[in-house]
């Protein structure tokens, strides 16, 4: 058992600390820093999927008045590595996808930035490309392993077999979309380069990542590289990698050197240069007997990557860890296609990866003649199906019958398409979410500021979060004084080295190293330490993940309303119960849960990019076309959780849960459409014409 922390602070709804200057406009985010000098990059993108630069004709572009300079891969200063295909930006005269960057106007405004990249001539030599996924594609392939590090396939007992022998089967696919991360805030970057030192004013996930991702590329020691990104408007993981525009900037900033270079993309541009969610098409295999007891479980993942870098989404992974089934099997297939690198959207695996399973699952409840509530707890599993590890603490259950009581399940009638009020026809549903538990390595420092009052530093990130009032919360706790004695400082490389902001591991990573850093100072400077006194702590490595498999677990409870002339399909309620260790704080966790749920909600029903694979582009690549929820769209939306005492995590006991609350809502939403409509819907999203 780790030693844990009493909680005190911990556990409070304590409003946002940085509330007030975000509400105020004072919280400085990157594009709006203040620079003396400042110049504009716009970039010039490629306009065909793949192919080569035959030849570009900046004349026109250069002659207007306010243009700097233009980067090419004909005069762009060289990179120190190209070994990182998505971020080598200008370097030849290939190109591998329509949207890359193949140019950068550097001007005195903005709008003249963006008027010159419009005057820059381009010719191509273009060449057949391929963007078209299918799981019909002869050049599906094995990768070597899933995000991150998962084997490809497992295979345990005999799924075939087991089939076979099994009185109730369903064999069936399902697909999810193309997908993009929208983070409110857009991705970007204010670069100024001086005498070999490189500063970033960036919009990321992490400050520290973004460091050692970009210094070898560009060729600089990382000490030299100096990134701040105190405040940011949003990620969903396509902060968390660094892509190729923060390297297009350090180019820029280079080129022009003593300037700052301010780089903001546009929405539009965000579709081809943020990362995706790949396409999936999931064939789902379960076997059970009369009782509803799995005998197999196999899930088989066929979905997309780039030619240019391989991101091997683990849509498979979670079914490896759910349910109990002696026979069980996952793999992933990928086809390497001239389309966009995809990347980390919030939960990556297990986002998609629980829609067809928790689909097919109710639909063998069904065949069962049992409730869908109670066909998972009849397959709950005694330890982690997949490593044979107890779980550290598990309540998936108890998620789902707490959410049974508290949803109203137990008044429904089972039967689909039973329930109708004034025209609509009404269903209820529900799926389970699980997470992993995982946690990386961060450094933190506190110094004795003044009598009982600390300084804590760490190059932690809050990206809407509540990063800067839950560290302070558990350094408060930790140092054992009240909350208003804590001076956070976090989001820069100034301050000891932190992880990313992703993988719902931040506050259990960082929290950690806070812990270890207060328990330093007090073993070495005693209790209470001297003003001036110093100590530092880094997450070590937890040995009780040798013992248990940790993760967090929840169920998700929706109630669909169906127009039975017009198939308008409307979600009047969702709930959330989730079982994810302590809470650290309950207001700023609750937005992180719901604002899980609404992205599950907008999977459901709203998001698809539409790829013309004609020409390798997605055409609905704005607000406008690619749709996620307004007010309107969301109904009574609400999440809780129950108390989950897991001395093993960390700690706190803390497990992550930014994530978490995306997992399985879009199959509670579509499992509630069939109960509602009698329609079995396996494509996402779910629009009106599926529903007539
Ligand atoms: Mo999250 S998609 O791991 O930033």
Not at 335 to 354: F, I, K, N
Not at 393 to 409: I, K, M, P, Q, Y
């Amino acid at each position: 058992m780790t030693s844990q922390v009493t909680p005190y602070a911990i556990g409070t709804a304590l409003q946002r600390l940085d509330g007030r200057s975000k509400v105020t406009g004072t919280a400085p985010y990157a594009f709006e820093r203040v620079v003396d000098n400042a110049t504009y990059l716009h970039p010039v993108q490629a306009t065909i999927a793949l192919g080569q630069i035959t030849a570009i004709d900046t004349a026109e572009a250069e002659a207007l008045d306010g243009v700097i300079t233009i980067l090419t891969h004909v005069n762009a200063p060289r990179l120190a590595s190209t070994e990182d295909r998505e971020l080598a930006v200008l370097q030849t005269d290939r190109v591998s996808f329509r949207g890359q960057l193949i140019g950068a106007v550097i001007a005195d405004t903005p709008e003249t930035a963006r008027q010159a990249a419009g005057l820059v001539r381009i010719s191509y030599a273009q060449w057949p490309h391929e963007a078209e996924l299918s799981s019909e594609r002869s050049d599906l392939y094995t990768p070597e392993a899933v995000n991150p590090s998962f084997p490809a396939d497992t295979d345990e007992g005999d799924v075939d077999t087991a089939m076979s022998a099994a009185p109730v089967t369903l064999d069936t696919t399902y697909t999810t979309p193309l997908e993009y991360n929208n983070p409110m805030e857009p991705h970007t970057t204010v670069a100024l380069w001086n005498d070999h030192e490189l500063t970033l004013y960036d919009s990321t996930q992490g400050a520290h990542t973004v460091r050692t991702t970009v210094a070898p590329v560009i060729g600089l020691d990382p000490e030299r590289i100096h990134v701040s990104a105190p405040h940011v408007g949003g990620g969903f993981g396509s902060k968390g990698i660094p892509h190729a525009h923060i390297v297009l900037a350090a180019l820029a900033a280079r080129t022009v050197e003593g300037r700052p270079v301010k780089f903001a993309l546009t929405r539009q541009q965000m579709f081809s240069l943020a990362g995706h969610r790949t396409p999936t098409i999931q064939r789902v295999r379960l076997a059970a007997d009369t009782d509803g007891r799995l005998s197999a479980l196999a899930h088989d993942v066929v979905e997309w990557t780039s030619k240019v870098k391989e991101f091997a989404e683990q849509t498979a992974v979670p079914s490896r860890n759910v349910y109990a089934a002696p026979n069980r099997r996952t793999s992933h297939r990928l086809a390497a296609l001239d389309v966009p690198v995809p990347s980390w959207m919030r939960a990556p695996g297990e986002c998609p990866g629980m829609f067809g399973p928790e689909v097919a699952v109710d639909e063998m409840a069904l065949k069962c003649g049992i409730d869908p509530v109670e066909f998972r707890a009849r397959n709950e599993p005694d330890v982690d199906p997949e490593t044979g590890k107890p779980f550290s603490s598990r309540h998936l259950v108890e998620c789902l019958r707490e959410g049974a009581d508290r949803f109203g399940w137990h008044h429904r009638d089972p039967t689909p398409a039973s329930r109708t009020e004034r025209g609509w026809l009404v269903g209820t549903g529900v799926a389970s979410s699980i997470y992993p538990t995982l946690r990386a390595v961060s450094t933190a420092t506190i110094r004795v500021e003044a009598a009982d009052h600390y300084r804590v530093d760490i190059g932690a990130t809050d990206i809407g979060t509540g990063t800067w009032t839950a560290l302070t919360q558990i350094a408060a706790d930790a140092l054992e004084v009240p909350v208003g004695h804590v001076d956070l400082r976090i989001g820069e490389t100034a301050q000891p080295e932190a992880s990313v902001a992703g993988g719902s591991t931040g506050n259990a990573t960082w929290g950690t190293a806070i812990v270890e850093a207060a328990r330093a100072l007090q073993d070495t400077h005693g209790r209470p330490p001297e003003i001036g006194a110093e100590a530092s702590g880094t997450t070590p490595n937890n040995p009780e993940t040798e013992r248990f498999a940790m993760f967090a677990h929840g169920a998700q409870f929706a109630e669909v309303r169906v127009h039975a002339d017009t198939g308008e399909i409307r979600v009047p309620r969702m709930l959330g119960v989730f079982a994810a260790g302590r809470i650290i704080n309950p207001r700023t966790a609750h937005s992180q849960f719901i604002g899980g749920m609404t992205m599950g909600l907008s999977m459901a029903l709203h998001e698809v990019g539409v790829l013309d694979t004609r020409f390798g582009h997605v055409v609905n690549h704005d607000f406008a076309e690619y749709h996620i929820p307004t007010n309107a769209d969301v109904g009574d939306i609400d999440a809780t959780w129950i108390d989950e005492d897991d001395p093993y995590v960390n700690p706190m006991g803390a497990k992550g849960i930014g994530e978490i609350g995306i997992v399985g809502a879009a199959a509670a939403i579509a499992n509630a459409a069939h109960h509602a409509t009698g329609i079995r819907l396996r494509e996402l999203p779910i629009t009106p014409d599926a529903l007539l």
